[in-house]
C-alpha cells in the first residue's frame, strides 16, 4: 500500500495575495511608461480628429471665422479650450484604467497593478492626487531611495505593484469589488 503524504497547503485570499506582491522597481515602471506613451498618443489622435471634424462643421455652419489663421490645426493650436480638451482626455484615460482594475495597457504588459496597501482599487481622488504629484514620471526616480515607492505614491497614499503570473492572467480581475458583493 502506497502512502499519500497529505500536506495541509494554506492558500492565501485573493486579498492577501495582492497584498504579498512585492513593489514594482524602477525598470518595470520604466517599461510600462513608455508602453502607456503609445497608447496615450493613439488615444489623443483620435481625439484630435474629434475636435478637427468638430472645428471644420462648426466652420461651415458659421458657428466659427478661420480667416484669423491658416487652417484648422492653426486654430486648435492657440486654443486653449483644445489644450483643456486633450489634458482632460490624458485624466479620463488614466483615471479610468487605475480606478477600474488598477493597470493601463502598458502596466498590464509589464504585470504591474495599481492598488491601495489592502489590494483595492485607488479611488478617481488618488488618481487626481497622483497624476498632479508625478511630475511627468519624474516622481520615479524616489523608487531608487528608501522603500520603493515613487513620490506620487505616497502622496495617492497607493503602491505600485508587480503581479504573479496567475494573479495577472486571472480573467475576473475587477480589483477587489467582488468582496463587496460577498458581503450583500
Excluded at 486653449?80 to 493597470?103: D, E
Excluded at 504585470?111 to 497622483?130: E, P, V, Y
Aim: aromatic fraction near 14%; include cysteine; glycine fraction near 8%.
Amino acid at each position: 500500500m502506497s502512502k499519500h503524504n497529505h500536506k495541509k497547503v494554506q492558500t492565501k485570499s485573493l486579498q492577501q495575495q495582492y497584498q504579498s506582491c512585492p513593489r514594482a522597481n524602477f525598470l518595470k515602471r520604466l517599461g510600462a511608461y513608455i508602453y502607456d506613451l503609445f497608447a496615450v498618443s493613439a488615444v489623443l489622435m483620435l481625439a484630435g480628429i474629434v475636435a478637427i471634424i468638430v472645428v471644420i462643421i462648426a466652420s461651415s455652419t458659421g458657428l466659427i471665422n478661420l480667416d484669423a489663421y491658416q487652417d484648422v490645426a492653426d486654430f486648435l493650436a492657440t486654443s486653449q479650450i483644445f489644450a483643456l480638451y486633450l489634458a482632460f482626455i490624458v485624466i479620463g484615460f488614466y483615471s479610468y484604467f487605475w480606478t477600474r482594475g488598477g493597470q493601463t495597457i502598458g502596466m498590464k504588459a509589464w504585470r504591474l497593478r495599481l492598488q491601495n496597501s489592502d489590494g483595492s482599487n485607488i479611488s478617481f481622488t488618488q488618481s487626481l492626487i497622483r497624476m498632479a504629484t508625478s511630475a511627468f514620471g519624474l516622481g520615479n526616480f524616489l523608487v531608487f531611495f528608501g522603500k520603493k515607492s515613487a513620490f506620487q505614491d505616497q502622496w495617492a497614499e497607493c503602491e505600485m505593484v508587480v503581479l504573479t503570473k496567475e494573479l495577472s492572467h486571472w480573467k475576473g480581475f475587477k480589483g477587489m469589488a467582488f468582496m463587496d458583493q460577498d458581503k450583500k
